[in-house]
């Protein structure tokens, strides 16, 4: 049941209706074509209020809504003064937000057109497009291009750069006979080679102009940096890029005749439909055409045309794109900051939706749009560009729709740049995705001395690389090479190959290793760097080794028990409480664990139904805590929580109005500290896999009863929730010690026992100033000294050995007990010889012995003496 799924969705909408909900899409409107005397009133931002249910009496209207928050009782539309009198009849309330919403961009941009603002944009924008006449933000139309523009754009492209940039062609005309101008970017631009290909497109909406803005500063990304930025120039070498920046000449050029400073609000094309104007060219495809998100309704502002692919506009498109191998495109639209994918026409993801958000998720990391199908992000919306290319290409294919509400349709001038450039990764990303794309995934090292996991002086190491490649195309054969940045380790293998298929990870064919110093001190950190290139691309993983540091404890999960981790306090959430499964994707919760290939299993808040919306199953009305178990880090000294995590809270009405948190205890959870927030708003909290670490030591004591939780909290109305971890490691440095003293020498009878032996007890620090030498089994009640040198030596003295070679040192005469035990307390402030820590020295003590030669000796004792 659509309809009670969308009521309870709080979503965003752009520029288009919601025909599911508002306006039956086989149905006329009841007030027929809009009335001419209405044609030029002004169009208001209107915001109306009402009961949920009241407001669906505003499906009679068709309106051209714009935001629906049914939750919270309230739709934004825009509004001309005769539809506002309408809303009134139905009972509800209206409310003017902005009146005459053209006339307000007009004068924000005509505001913002010279002095500080234009000097903002400029100092803004960055190094691209300043070059271009007009230059990059100061087109004639309020800081935008006007059509003309465009077009020179792309000749002053092509002739500055013509290595690089195809003249121009037309893949088609206009209803009223414009050109739709196309150009290609290659290093070989007149030459169709068989490289992966990649399509963008702007302006299908004629209101939206800064989606061509983007796509023209992306291009001009590509130019600047060829040859100095490594991705545009890989780009450039190994891509094949397909611009048509203006879809809708003829709407366009009606909005610039309209308010020729900028500011327009036709949004369809100029098909004269008999009383009215226009068809939503973005609902005139024809794969999926003429269902529900689309009205046919020729008034209606997603009028869907008479029939599919009626437009010499949408012709020209489904031509050219039928005439090429797209692997990936974008068609840019604005506004509402989400970045979307196919399927449009229903409500369910794609059948290549782990691919699709692999790509989706990467390229929307940069600028925290919320990623996710048309349908579910959004709302329905059949004939789309992107269910085209998909459903009948196979492209994958996004629509980025740019800025914020407070951006609107036509963001200020001293906005178009800083747009642009969040969206520069964005474009980017679905480039290198149309072919191979290694990406770096981290470094493995493995112990191979005495395999205890912790590594060591002396001991030998192996480097494994992982890398992921998340595009279409399998990768071939990269060049690997490693190098350790330290005095304390030697490379001994250090370049391999490595190569994985399409949305697969892979892993050094050959293995790296390093040998750590013999010498090198405990704590020491080896930085490691292995570079991976490929096609000319090259990127960096980068490690350290940590001497002496142990993983105590590692969870990925993948075994199905628990493993001592539970669901604990707080935990009143209505919804979604804390599982560990195999998690079903929706554009708030992950549709694979962190580590994908082969694991499937995480820790994640409410397992939701394959193609529900992301409100469903969240976490609502409270939190939900997952607790681990008890860990004992006694004994060490120093300790890190280390997690991959996955959060968002950004979708819904109430975006970034909850947080994640992380705590610790140190008394087993009598007791908790907050070591870990995340949210309400900024980085980690739109969804994707990050890795964290927490230094435990900063917050709680390394006691023997060390525990962590995490807590998700939907604590306000409106907000969606949703939350992972996975790959849960506790690693430690253990507290150094010094060696224990070692016995050496055999032992030598005695007329008493079978030979005096020498040990000893308490610090090897010197600056402890707390160590006593002991013997037993000497003379019972009777007289002995220690003594001490560096040397090692076995030579017969007496009844037995001396086992100190070279010079040595007598401490005081001492008398043993009854049973032949006797001690000596050092004091090393007053030595015959003295001894600092970092020496090592030997101890021997000497006996009277009565038979034979009359003494006798102790084995020998090995002190290192060094400080912790």
Not at 128 to 157: H, K, N, R
Not at 455 to 469: L, M, Q, T
Not at 764 to 777: F, G, R
Request: hydrophobic share 40%; net charge negative; charged share 15%.
């Amino acid at each position: 049941m659509l309809l009670p799924l969308l009521l309870l969705m709080a979503i965003q909408t752009p520029d288009a209706s919601v025909p599911a909900i508002f306006g039956d899409p086989g149905r006329p409107s009841p007030d027929g074509p809009l009335p001419e005397k209405h044609a030029h009133e002004a169009v208001h931002l209107v915001s109306i209020t009402g009961a949920p249910l009241e407001l669906l009496k505003l499906a009679r209207l068709d309106l051209d809504t714009l935001a629906l928050k049914l939750d919270e009782g309230e739709v934004k539309v825009l509004a001309r003064d005769h539809e506002i009198e309408a809303v009134r009849d139905l009972g509800l309330t209206a409310t003017v937000e902005i009146e005459d919403l053209s006339a307000f961009y007009a004068r924000r941009l005509t505001a913002d057109e010279s002095g500080a603002g234009a000097a903002r944009s400029r100092a803004a924008g960055g190094p691209y497009g300043q070059w271009l006449s007009p230059e990059f933000g100061q087109g004639s139309m309020g800081g935008y291009y006007t059509y003309a523009e465009i077009v020179s754009v792309l000749d002053q492209m092509a002739a500055a750069y013509p290595a690089l940039v195809a003249p121009k062609v037309s893949i088609g005309t206009s209803l009223e006979g414009r050109p739709l101008w196309m150009v290609k970017l290659s290093d070989n631009p007149t030459v169709d080679e068989s490289e992966p290909e990649m399509r963008l497109d702007a302006l299908h909406h004629s209101r939206e102009p800064q989606g061509m803005q983007a796509t023209l500063y992306f291009l001009s990304y590509l130019l600047e940096g060829y040859g100095t930025d490594p991705v545009a120039t890989y780009l450039l070498n190994e891509r094949e890029i397909y611009v048509v920046p203006c879809v809708n000449p003829d709407g366009y050029e009606y909005n610039r005749s309209q308010a020729p400073g900028g500011g327009g609000l036709w949004r369809k094309n100029r098909r004269d439909n008999g009383g009215s104007f226009g068809v939503d060219l973005n609902r005139n495809y024809s794969f999926q055409w003429g269902g529900a998100g689309s009205s046919g309704t020729a008034s209606s502002e997603t009028y869907r045309g008479p029939s599919p692919g009626s437009e010499p506009e949408t012709q020209a498109m489904m031509q050219f794109i039928s005439s090429r191998s797209f692997a990936t495109a974008l068609s840019v639209h604005t506004y509402s900051n989400v970045w979307l994918s196919s399927w449009g026409y229903v409500a369910q993801y794609p059948p290549d939706w782990p691919e699709m958000q692999e790509i989706g998720d990467l390229a929307s990391a940069d600028n925290g749009y919320t990623h996710g199908p048309v349908s579910i992000v959004l709302y329905l919306a059949d004939g789309g560009t992107v269910d085209y290319d998909y459903g009948v290409n196979g492209t994958y294919s996004w629509t980025p729709e740019i800025g914020s509400s407070a951006d609107g349709f036509w963001p200020a001038r001293n906005r178009i740049l800083p747009l642009a450039e969040e969206n520069l990764t964005g474009f980017a990303s679905t480039a290198l995705a149309a072919g191979t794309w290694l990406r770096p995934l981290g470094l493995v090292a493995i112990d191979e001395g005495d395999m205890d996991g912790t590594f060591e002086p002396g001991e030998d190491v192996v480097i494994d690389a992982f890398v992921r490649n998340s595009g279409r195309a399998d990768s071939g054969p990269a060049q690997v090479t490693m190098v350790v940045n330290s005095p304390f380790a030697t490379v001994t293998d250090g370049n391999s190959i490595v190569s994985a298929a399409s949305f697969s990870t892979g892993q050094n064919t050959a293995p790296l290793r390093l040998v750590i110093d013999p010498a090198a001190p405990m704590g020491a950190v080896l930085p490691i760097v292995v570079t991976v290139t490929e096609g000319g691309r090259s990127f960096e993983l980068s490690a350290e080794i940590a001497l002496g540091v142990r993983t105590l404890a590692a969870f990925d999960f993948e075994s199905g028990g628990a493993q001592g981790w539970a669901v604990g306090a707080p935990n009143d959430a209505t919804t979604g409480e804390w599982i560990m499964d195999d998690p079903n994707g929706t554009a708030a919760q992950p549709e694979n664990d962190h580590t994908p290939d082969p694991g499937s299993r995480c820790w994640f808040t409410g397992q939701a139904t394959v193609g529900a919306s992301s409100g469903v199953n969240d976490v609502d009305g409270g939190s939900t805590t997952l607790v681990s178990p008890t860990f004992d880090l006694s004994g060490t000294q120093s300790a890190s929580l280390r997690y991959a995590r996955w959060y968002s809270n950004s979708t819904g009405s109430a975006p970034g109005a909850d947080v994640f948190q992380v705590d610790l205890s140190d008394d087993g959870g009598a007791s908790w500290v907050a070591a870990d927030v995340v949210g309400p708003a900024g980085a980690g909290t739109s969804g994707g896999w990050i890795e964290a670490e927490v230094d435990i030591a900063q917050y709680v004591s390394l006691t023997s009863n060390v525990r962590a939780r995490f807590i998700a909290s939907d604590l306000g109305a409106g907000s969606i929730v949703e939350a992972a971890i996975d790959d849960v490691e506790i690693v430690v440095v253990d507290m150094p010690t010094c060696p224990q003293p070692v016995n050496y020498c055999p032992l030598t009878p005695n007329q008493w026992a079978t030979g005096a032996t020498i040990a000893a007890t308490g610090s090897t620090d010197v600056t402890q100033n707390a160590l006593t030498l002991t013997v037993s089994n000497a003379n019972p009640s009777g007289f002995g000294l220690f003594f001490y040198g560096q040397g090692r030596a076995m030579n017969p003295v007496g009844n037995g050995n001396i086992c100190i070679a070279g010079a040595f040192a007598r401490l005081p005469a001492v008398m043993t007990d009854g049973t032949g035990f006797g001690s000596y307390t050092l004091d090393f402030t007053s030595l015959p010889v003295p001894i600092l820590n970092g020496e090592t020295w030997n101890f021997q003590y000497w006996l009277r012995d009565v038979g034979g030669a009359g003494f006798n000796f102790s084995n020998g004792l090995e002190i290192e003496f060094c400080q912790p």
